[in-house]
Structures are given as structure tokens and as C-alpha cells.
């Protein structure tokens, strides 16, 4: 059974769901009319592409499609290796996510919108870009293993949140129903924060979104490291540790906590799939790791 989710990590693929709102807004209006987020809809479009409908282009609808699977495939290839690493899977699956989103952004600065008509190569790179680090995120959310929080399948939790009402069973826990609203939510609030940027230009809805994603993977990552230095830096600047620098072995006790917050280091090295950081107490000159 999975564990239950972080506060942080709740609270950080809600974020996401907001990009993911912003990214399809580019893709629909600016982009030739296809989804790059939630791609179900560009089934549809392959078929009336397919059967000729003159208002539907086939190559970005292909172009989506493809880079989506290639996106998971790439984002399986690479949480794999992190975690043989011990390294923190969400954190470069998401930094990876942010670099391709960052990518789109740059490459469409100064693009005209298309939304049908005759899309350029540079549409179509855009579009791959950005599909790709959708379908690394459709990945990475997996991976997770969170039941019933996704940033891509609304659908899913739109019918979780109306199951009750319709006289299903399984109505979920008040926290799941409050996320599954949230979900719904931030999609199209994320598409109406898209909408007015994209009045401003293509790649600032695309900014804010890698932008989101790279906020998310430092938020949401354990980074012992980041903790370890703050915890020095804190015992260095404190007033007992000024005053006793040079004449008392205060600092015994720092290394103490320093050697605790390595080992602490190690134990969150060894448990990459671990999304909570490390808790750290001190109490007088010992400190203890509790994972």
C-alpha cells in the first residue's frame, strides 16, 4: 500500500496541474490546435485529421503524440537510473521536465500563434518540446504512487469527486475530495493565467511553467545537503559559538551534529524513493536522525 502524501508533495503537483493548464492554453491557441498536457483529446483530432477535416492539421497532432510517448519512455529511462544512483528521482525527473519546458520557451520568443494553418518546422519543435516534457511528467506522476493525484488525468479525478453523488461507492477521504476539486480547479485556472499571457507572448506561459516546475523539484526534494549547511551555518553564527570559538571545545558538539546530519545524508541517499527529507533533533551536544 502506498504511503499517504506529503503536505509539500500535494501541494507541489497541484502546481503542476496549474502548468499543465498554462502548456495546453500555448499548445490550442498557439500552436496549431493540438494538446500537449492532456493528450487524450488528440486522438480525436488524429482521427478528423485522418478522415480529412480541413480544420484539423495532422503533423502537430502526430508531432504530440509521439513526443508524449517518447517523453515517458526518456523520463522511465532516467528516474531508473537516478534511483540506481541514489539519486532523487522527483527531483531530476522534474529538473529535466524544467530544462525541455525552458527549451519551449526560449524557442518560442517572438513565434506568431497558429492555431490551424499552415504550421512552421518551429511550430512543430515547440510542440515536441513541450509534449515531451508532458509525457515525462505523466511519468514522473506515476512514479509517485499517489492513488487519485494526477496533473494530467482530470477526467479521472473530476469522476472521482461526482462518483458519490451519482450513487457510487468509494467517496474517498475529505483530504482526497478537497484535492480532486483543487485538480479541477487549477487546470483551468492555469488556463486562464495561460490565456492572458499568451496576449503578452507565446513563450511567458511557457516561462511560468518551467518556471513551476523547477520551483516544485526544490521544494519537494530531501536535499540533506541544503539542510546539513544551513544547520552549520546556523551553529556558527549563534552567539554561544562566537563567544567560544577560540578557547572552549564547543565545537565538539558541532561535529557532532555535523557528523549526525552526514549519516543523515546517507540514510536519504539510500531511500531515493523517499519524497519526505530527513528530520534532524539536537538536544544539548547529540543530535539523532530520524528518516
Excluded at 506561459?205 to 521544494?219: D, E, R, S
Excluded at 551553529?235 to 570559538?245: D, E, F, G, K, Y
Excluded at 564547543?250 to 531511500?271: G, I, K, L, R
Aim: charged share 10%; proline share 6%.
Amino acid at each position: 500500500m502506498a504511503a499517504p502524501p506529503t503536505r509539500r508533495l500535494s501541494t507541489g503537483l497541484l502546481v503542476l496541474t496549474v502548468s499543465s493548464g498554462m502548456v495546453d492554453v500555448v499548445g490550442y491557441l498557439a500552436l496549431g490546435g493540438v494538446f500537449c498536457a492532456l493528450v487524450t483529446g488528440n486522438v480525436l483530432f488524429l482521427g478528423l485529421a485522418l478522415a480529412g477535416q480541413e480544420h484539423t492539421a495532422l503533423p502537430p497532432v502526430a508531432t504530440a503524440l509521439v513526443a508524449f510517448v517518447v517523453g515517458i519512455g526518456l523520463s522511465s529511462v532516467l528516474i531508473g537510473a537516478a534511483s540506481r544512483r541514489g539519486r532523487h528521482w522527483f527531483t531530476v525527473a522534474l529538473g529535466a521536465e524544467a530544462l525541455l519546458l525552458a527549451a519551449g520557451a526560449a524557442l518560442s520568443w517572438g513565434l506568431v500563434p497558429d492555431h490551424v494553418g499552415e504550421v512552421s518546422p518551429r511550430h512543430l519543435a515547440v510542440v515536441a518540446l513541450l509534449a515531451a516534457a508532458m509525457g515525462g511528467r505523466a511519468a514522473t506522476t506515476l512514479k509517485t504512487a499517489v492513488p487519485g493525484q494526477s496533473t494530467l488525468l482530470i477526467s479521472t479525478a473530476l469522476a472521482l469527486l461526482l462518483r458519490p453523488a451519482l450513487g457510487g461507492s468509494g467517496a474517498g477521504t475529505a483530504g482526497q475530495r478537497r484535492y480532486w476539486a483543487l485538480a479541477v480547479v487549477c487546470v483551468c485556472g492555469g488556463a486562464v493565467l495561460g490565456g492572458v499571457l499568451l496576449r503578452v507572448a507565446v513563450a511567458a506561459p511557457l516561462g511560468l511553467a518551467a518556471g513551476c516546475a523547477a520551483v516544485v523539484a526544490v521544494a519537494c526534494a530531501p536535499a540533506p545537503g541544503r539542510y546539513f549547511c544551513v544547520r552549520v551555518a546556523l551553529i556558527r553564527l549563534s552567539p554561544v559559538a562566537a563567544s567560544t570559538t577560540a578557547r572552549s571545545p564547543s565545537w565538539s558538539s558541532s561535529s557532532t551534529v555535523t557528523s549526525s546530519v552526514t549519516s543523515c545524508s546517507v540514510q536519504a541517499s539510500a531511500s531515493p524513493g523517499s519524497i519526505q527529507p530527513p528530520r534532524i533533533t539536537r538536544s544539548g551536544d547529540s543530535a539523532t536522525c530520524t528518516p
